[in-house]
């Protein structure tokens, strides 16, 4: 249920079980409805946006956003919802109608994951990006990680403000370096687990989409692989307490500069030099393999949104896809604005055409 979101004034639609392919021209607000559902994740969505930033321009002064759904999972019916006031300076979120004290529950409800077109740069751009997309999965794994990932954020950026303008309090500069600490080393731990049950999953992968090798970079996760978490924090908050002098320009070490690091494992060709469909099909492969390692846990096969994927896979892929979300049993939602580019996947769920202002059964 979507109200003054972007284009859409107000939508409701029904999830179904397996695929559904919202398909229309573009400006008519498929990728809209991809975005909304985004939103029931911890974090600013598929496209990256302000809680500002969504709000529909033609809202009634005095109108906020709001997105909302009711979930079947694992625990049975949940209803979740999300939004921000005229101002959109904070994003609230509500859990059965009671307020939530931060994002990760929407994480603990509901297993979300997603492809978009901008992300076919992923492998060729900064490590940012890759560590954005990496959190993303994690949140599939332990609801947790959205919590502290935006705890050590904001203690990084709180460090930073006061090695840069002052005052040095330096009880209060050593406070922010232990959380830093105990909230990076279990970002790191997290994340580490996670790359290795991926890079697990991977190697039994067989079929048209090829295997990858993954592994994550970084200072902290290293200390990890030679040392128990406790003795980490301590290296962690003395290495903190030693930089502080290069650090005043923003460049301190820790998770926020870790990379994620992919391989086609047949080649072992690094993923920023393959080609450009090949990286495209190692994308797909990382998202399955993250949705089948999810749909073994508590809240069943995560839902997935993929905006204008078929457009970028061959037909071999695209029933290949197929098989796979059917396989899952998870509830999908691809976007594309011509039915032509999703040839293999026509029996394989429901065909809404999205107009201005408009959903509808295809035909209808």
Not at 59 to 81: F, K, L, M, S, Y
Not at 315 to 322: C, I, S, Y
Request: glycine share 12%.
């Amino acid at each position: 249920m979507l109200t003054e979101f972007r284009s859409w004034r107000a939508l409701t639609l029904a999830g179904e079980a397996g695929v559904t392919v919202l398909v229309g021209p573009n400006g008519a607000g498929k990728t809209n409805v991809l975005e909304a559902l985004s939103y029931l994740a911890p974090g600013r969505g598929l496209r990256g946006a302000r809680a500002a930033d969504v709000r529909s321009e033609d809202a009634p002064e005095g109108t906020g956003w709001a997105v909302g759904a009711r979930v079947v999972n694992g625990a049975g019916p949940v209803d979740i919802g999300t939004g921000a006031g005229t101002d959109g300076a904070r994003r609230q979120v509500r859990i059965d109608g009671k307020a939530a004290r931060g994002q990760a529950g929407l994480a603990a409800t509901l297993g979300l994951a997603w492809l978009t077109p901008a992300m076919n740069r992923l492998f060729l751009d900064g490590a940012s990006a890759r560590r954005r997309f990496l959190d993303r999965l994690v949140f599939g794994h332990d609801p947790g990680h959205a919590d502290r990932l935006g705890a050590y954020e904001h203690a990084l950026s709180e460090r930073s403000r006061l090695l840069r303008d002052g005052p040095r309090d330096e009880r209060w500069l050593a406070a922010l370096e232990a959380g830093l600490a105990r909230h990076g080393t279990a970002l790191a731990a997290s994340r580490r687990e996670v790359v290795e049950r991926l890079d697990a999953e991977l190697a039994h992968s067989d079929g048209p989409f090829p295997s990858a090798r993954v592994a994550i970079v970084g200072t902290v996760e290293r200390w990890l692989d030679e040392l128990p978490a406790v003795a980490v924090e301590e290296r962690f908050a003395a290495r903190l307490a030693q930089a502080r002098a290069e650090d005043r320009s923003g460049g301190a070490d820790g998770p926020h500069r870790s990379d994620v690091r992919v391989r086609h494992r047949a080649t072992e060709r690094p993923a920023n030099q393959c080609s450009t469909g090949e990286q495209k099909v190692l994308l797909v492969a990382l998202l399955l393999a993250h949705a089948r390692l999810v749909a073994r846990g508590p809240l069943g096969a995560p839902v997935l949104l993929l905006d204008d994927v078929a457009a970028h896979l061959d037909e071999t892929h695209r029933g290949a896809l197929g098989d796979e979300l059917e396989a899952l049993g998870s509830q999908a939602w691809l976007s594309g604005t011509d039915r032509a580019s999703f040839r293999g996947l026509e029996d394989r769920g429901r065909f809404l055409e999205v107009g201005h202002d408009r959903v509808a059964e295809a035909g209808a």
